[in-house]
Structures are given as structure tokens and as C-alpha cells.
């Protein structure tokens, strides 16, 4: 076969508990080879022999189809499975192997394997951090409140639609902070400064910069055709708003290129926040 | 050194980008070793040389902190960056190794590393997505309103505090899901059936079940020692939900020993529902 015909392959991301580690680390690795699209699949909760044999099945009816074997990532950690789905059509690229060995023999600790827990299970702890904080996003968000700002870990501010909310909740959810957003309005850019409100809350403001392209691309989904959407209207809110940043001393970041999870660890970063849950 | 002397190890996840790769397979490999006590950092955007030193910097500083080296879990594309990382006194995985020549051979194709790229940055399809579908989770959360319910992918329900908006959430952010819910209230469960607005959208709804013990825990948490908390209270009212699920036919899921990842995995595929982006 030769790499030009190669041009489309399913993947199976495969695992005993939601799949999501075998799904990320993939996704990373499959991101390396440009120009091939691949068809990627989830296999979660295959812990027993009965899912485990429906899973080969999956797979060998995709090597049909496809007429060249499927890629699978599997994180199982019960070996009898795994020999289970070790005997479908497919290249197996077990994602734990050998890294478990080495982690053994460093740290003079057998490994205890646990099916399905590979992600802790419920850590209480954790759990009522990230809840914590989803629910403050949810009642901080687009300025509905600001008498919860004292306890907030960050505000961020931006234009209407620059990313404040998605971003807000990414935080709560992946790091467990505690993040309240603010929309800076017309209003406010017209008097070319911070609203009265965020004023003594300074030192907790975080600002969202995108580029204009991106900002009327995204208003226009939502109002198209509108003065709102406009490039003229979407400029000019963002040059006042740049201009406030600068004058305020606010750190911002230009997230024009970025997902929402790069956008939330960069904050992280810049604003050199302590999240309050492991991961 | 003898195994019963290492109980605790420093570990880092570094990265040209976000980290989240490293962090969440790492995550998954560690929680295979109980009873050890891993004290986990990340270091992101390690994409100079500068970035690189100043990690194995802090790596070494560990070292010797701890008496033992750190294990350090890298996804670093650039050779001259790992290079240096390398030269850092730890246990070096890395979660890329073996993986990316396996798959090159596979396919047919080389390999095309882009730093900071491994998650693919701005899909800009993806990207619309996910933000649509947090901005419905937003709109429709708790039943606030329930006119949009024609374009829901999913409506869940439950009593107060099961995990209904943190479920709807992370469907919305992972998986790009619209994602409503509806409380049952106290008044419903007397009437001991669905409240008339879900009746026509039975075909969307999903049931969250919880242990009687867990929600006592998580009420307590906001009205201590309250009715509300108390667990005749949560007792009957998850009784009562649990008929209307049986009576009414409602799919349901019991998320007590859960995380929210898992929850919204185990309700995608008991639902069947299909994801909106690819992850």
C-alpha cells in the first residue's frame, strides 16, 4: 500500500472507564500527521467479556469497510480484556504500556490496578470544589451580580462575545476557580474607562482581547448583518477597550487563536493562579 | 532505597501547549499506584529554551527538596527542547515515545510536528459549537425557561442538587450537546408525576438518581441543618423520583460514586446520543 492511497483511517479510542485519557493523549498524537483524516471513535466502559467481543466486532466491521486495519488506543488495565480486543484487525497501541513498568521499578511500588477507576472515581473533596466554583460562574456571569466579587479568584472583562463566559466555566470545571465575568459595554468604552463597579476590584481583573476578523465572524452567527456584527462597530470597540487595558494596567491575553482550554491555562499562568482542584 | 521509605514523589506534567495531555494520562497512570502520594505541577507552554531551563530548574530544586528524583511526564515535540529537559535529574516518560513511530509506520506517513499545536488550536466549526451549546446549557439551566426545549439534544432531570447543571455543562464543553435541565420540585413529587411542560418532550428526558446519603452530604453543604438536608427529606423526595422514572418509563442513572466526566460519558451512551465535535 502505498502513503499516497492512505488518505482516511478510523480510530478507536478504547477504554474500561469514559475513555476520555485515551481520547486526549490521540487526539495529540494523531494532530502530528497532517493531511490524513482520520475517523475517530469512542469505546467507553468495556468491562467485560460481552463488550469487549461487541468492541472487535466494531472494529473488524471498520477494517471492512475501510479495507486497511483501524487504529485503536486502549488505556484497559484488566489483561484479560485487553487479550480480548488484542485479537481484532486492527494496530493496537497500548497507551499504558511500558510507562507503568517504569513507574514501578522508580518508585519500588507494585501497581494495583483498578478497572474503571483510572480517572479516582468521585474524590469528594474535589467534587465539591468544582461545583462550587461552576455554580459561582453560573450566578457571576455577565455582570448579573457583582456583591460576589470579593471571593472571586479573577473577573475577567472583554467585549460582548470575546469568550468570557466559556472561558469562566472552563475554569471552574478543569481548575476549580473561581472566575466571574464582566462585559464591558458601549456605554462604558464611550467614557474610555473601567465601570465604577470593578474599581476596587482591580487587582482581580483579567481581560479578553480578540481580533476584530474573529469578533465579527462571531457576532454575526448571532445577529448577522447587524451594527453590532459589523467590522466598523467590532473595531472600534476594541481599540477603546485595548486603550483601557493599557491605561488601567489590566493583564489581557489575545485569544483570537486559541481554544477554550488554552485560554483558561494561559490565564492561569499569566494571572499565576493556585487552582483549588488536582485535575 | 527500600519501598516502604518512598511514600511521596513530586511530579511534573510539562508541555509545549496547555499540558492537559500530559496531565491527564499521567492522572490515569498514577491512581494505578495506591498509597502513594504524588505531589502533582504542571508546567505549560515550555516552548524556548529559556522555558526549558527555568523547568529543569524547577525540577531539580525538587530533587533535592524531596531526596528523591521527580518523575516528569513531557509531550514535547521540539528535540532541541527535550533535549534539555532531559538533562534534568528525574525519571523522563515520555508519553509520546514508541507511540507516534508505531503509527508513522502504520499509516504511511511521516510525521509533521507542530509546537503547541498538539490539541489542534482554533476548530473553528468545533469552536462555534461548543460555545452555542454553553451558551444553551446557560439559557436553559434549572428550568429556567423551557421554550427551546424543541432543540435540546437532552432535558435532565432530578431533585435539587443531584448534578444536573454541572452534567449539562461539561456535555455542552466535551462533547458540544444541548443540554437542558428541569428540577423536580417538591410539588411534582406530590403529584407524584411529570410536570405538564416535560410531558411533551418525554422523549428527551434523562433521570439523575443519587444515594439518599450522598445529596444529605451535598444539601448540607448550602443549608446546614435544614429540612431540605435532612435525610427524611432527601429520602422521600428521591422515593418519589424514582417512581415517576419507573411509572413514566425515563432512562435514569444512579451518579453517587461518580465524577462528572463520568456521569456525562455513562448518559451519552445509555442515550445514545451522538457528540456535536470531536473532542
Redesign the interface.
Known amino acids: ?3 499516497e492511497s ?1 488518505l482516511k ?1 478510523t480510530v478507536f479510542f478504547i477504554s474500561d ?5 485515551a ?3 490521540g ?10 483524516e482520520f475517523d ?1 471513535r ?1 469505546i ?2 468495556v468491562d467485560s467479556e460481552e463488550t469487549a467481543l461487541a468492541a472487535v466486532q466494531t472494529i473488524n466491521r471498520a477494517a471492512v469497510d475501510d479495507g486497511c486495519r483501524p ?1 485503536v488506543f486502549d ?1 484497559l ?1 484488566n489483561p484479560a480484556i485487553r487479550e480480548i480486543i488484542n485479537t481484532a484487525n486492527a ?1 493496537n ?1 497500548d ?2 504500556e ?3 513498568s ?3 521499578a ?4 507494585q ?4 478497572v474503571g ?8 473533596q474535589n ?2 470544589s ?2 462550587d466554583s ?2 459561582f460562574a ?1 450566578d457571576n ?1 455577565d455582570g448579573a451580580r457583582t456583591r460576589h466579587y470579593d471571593v472571586a479568584d479573577i473577573i475577567l472583562i472583554g467585549v460582548s462575545r470575546s ?1 468570557k ?2 472561558t469562566c ?2 475554569l471552574a ?1 478543569q481548575f476549580g476557580i473561581r472566575a466571574a465575568n464582566y462585559p464591558i459595554t458601549e456605554e462604558d468604552l464611550d467614557d474610555n474607562r473601567l465601570p465604577k463597579v470593578l474599581k476596587e476590584y482591580k487587582h482581580k481583573l483579567f481581560g479578553l482581547m480578540i481580533s476584530p476578523e474573529r469578533l465579527v ?2 457576532r454575526q ?1 448571532r445577529k448577522a448583518n447587524s451594527r453590532y456584527a459589523s467590522f466598523q462597530q467590532c473595531q472600534m470597540e476594541l481599540r477603546a477597550i485595548q486603550g483601557i487595558y493599557t491605561s488601567e494596567g489590566i493583564p489581557w491575553l489575545d485569544v ?7 485560554i483558561a ?2 490565564i492561569l ?1 499569566v494571572a499565576g493562579l493556585k487552582r483549588r482542584i ?2
Do not use: C, W
Not at 27 to 36: D, G, P, R
Not at 256 to 262: A, D, F, G, H, R
Open positions: 500500500m502505498s502513503a492512505i483511517r472507564g469514559t475513555a476520555i485519557t481520547e486526549t493523549l487526539h495529540s498524537l494523531l494532530s502530528q500527521f497532517a493531511n490524513v475517530m469512542i467507553p466502559y487504529l488505556t488495565v494496530l497501541l497507551v499504558f511500558g510507562l507503568i517504569k513507574i514501578s522508580e518508585i519500588g511500588v501497581p494495583s490496578p483498578v477507576h483510572s480517572h479516582g472515581g468521585v474524590d469528594t467534587y465539591k468544582r461545583i461552576v455554580h453560573l456571569d469568550g463566559t466559556p466555566i472552563y470545571l465572524a462571531i452567527e483570537s487563536e486559541m481554544s477554550v482550554e488554552e491555562t494561559r499562568q488536582s485535575g
